[in-house]
T-cell receptor, first 108, second 115 residues
Framework: RKEVEQDPGPFNVPEGATVAFNCTYS??????FFWYRQDCRKEPKLLMS???SGNEDGRFTAQLNRASQYISLLIRDSKLSDSATYLC?????????FGAGTRLTVKP | ETGVTQTPRHLVMGMTNKKSLKCEQH?????MYWYKQSAKKPLELMFV???????ENNSVPSRFSPECPNSSHLFLHLHTLQPEDSALYLC??????????????FGSGTRLTVV
């Protein structure tokens, strides 16, 4: 089983749509959780941390369910500039483990 | 300069060459990492350095040799690589104890092609 699994997509949505990404992780000792964004041929950049209580940053909402080892990211009112690959990241002692990413394309 | 800087941005090398990738961070972090990103695969953690000591080596072939002379610099020495080693090599840094909050900061990467 992969350490971090994501639906690779692609997700093609119109502007203004709401889209949700899911992620599962295999190591129950995982300590912290993140969503990163990676644009084509660029480095990953931190989008937001994910907390058990759920957290929101503008149009982005992240949720963590430790019991199910499941993480989600919700994007509301999608913008063209949201088009990117979204990486689910789990911090295990010794280093962060990345999912393969979910590709999102927002169209006019 | 700010952030994490990697050089070169692009590298083409033959299988018999020896080359080095360089990473420098200006964030005052005390941990640095090498990741490999191949097409349509997750980032693979290669090496972890914390306080200039290597704390993890994820079964990376010996043709990849890391070096961390101080907390700001990290190198990846390459020799006798194979074509399947062609990938984007990303360096990252973090502050131990604050990774939980801030995650990692990545450099722009070196795109390596082995011919």
């Amino acid at each position: 089983r992969k350490e971090v699994e994501q639906d690779p997509g692609p997700f093609n949505v119109p502007e203004g749509a709401t889209v949700a990404f899911n992620c599962t992780y295999s190591n129950s000792a995982s300590q912290s959780f993140f969503w990163y964004r990676q644009d084509c041929r660029k480095e990953p950049k931190l989008l937001m941390s994910v907390y058990s209580s759920g957290n929101e940053d503008g149009r982005f909402t992240a949720q963590l369910n430790r019991a199910s080892q499941y993480i989600s990211l919700l994007i509301r009112d999608s913008k063209l500039s949201d088009s990117a690959t979204y990486l689910c990241v789990v911090n295990i002692k010794g280093g962060m483990r990345f999912g393969a990413g979910t590709r999102l394309t927002v169209k006019p | 300069e700010t952030g994490v800087t990697q050089t070169p941005r692009h590298l083409v090398m033959g299988m018999t060459n020896k080359k080095s990738l360089k990473c420098e961070q200006h964030l005052g972090h005390n941990a640095m990492y090498w990741y490999k990103q191949s097409a349509k695969k997750p980032l693979e953690l290669m090496f972890v350095y914390s306080l200039e000591e290597r704390v993890e080596n994820n079964s990376v072939p010996s043709r990849f040799s890391p070096e961390c002379p101080n907390s700001s610099h990290l190198f990846l020495h390459l020799h006798t690589l194979q074509p399947e080693d062609s990938a984007l090599y990303l360096c990252a840094s973090s502050q131990e104890g604050q990774t939980r909050i801030g995650g990692y900061t990545f450099g722009s990467g070196t795109r390596l092609t082995v011919v």
